[in-house]
């Protein structure tokens, strides 16, 4: 049931804005769910090029060896890169929860890491493919932006996409997600490929 609220509630909030995009990626055993919320259309919003995001994600990893999930809610400002075509930067922060079953005594995770993205469109009609886009995503969050029983969070992200048919990309990746524990081993949280799909709006 938890499952199909976060669900319904992502891809819903995902509609509220042009430019949004709402993205499902899977591997055998994990379910991500994706979404962004892009203030470029809203006119209260355009006083300066700076782009403002909103994301949300939520993690489920359901195999014979582990089940855990995470839930992030984050905020970054973007802009296109000075002097360099197709490049955008995003720096921000997101606020991370994660649980894992049977780990730790059931601790929960919780954390505030900073993040920094980067993406580079290639040019329209390029090679006469569809648009394709590269995209690498890092978040850190030190002793200091952890809490609770959380020493540490680090998270990398490298994703490509390629936008098939209007509004609709097909994308893979590769993820990295670390999480931290005071007086314990790190902890791979999630590692591996996946591919999934993308809609914007």
Known sequence: MFKKIVIISILGSSMLLAQSSAGINITEDDLEIEGILDSRNLAALQTS????????????IDSPRKK????????????????????????????????VDGAYDDESFTALPLMAKIRYAFPPLMFNIPPISLEGKALYAPRALAFGDSENYSEFRFTADIEMIENVKVYVGYRNIVTGYKLKDDYVFDNGFYGGLKFTY
Do not use: Y
């Open 49 to 60: 090029s700076t782009i403002f995001q909103a994301d949300v994600n939520f993690l489920n």
């Open 68 to 99: 855990a999930k995470m839930i992030g809610l984050g905020v970054g400002a973007t802009n296109k890169l000075e002097g360099v075509e197709g490049i955008e930067l995003t720096f921000g922060a997101k606020f991370i929860w994660s649980s």
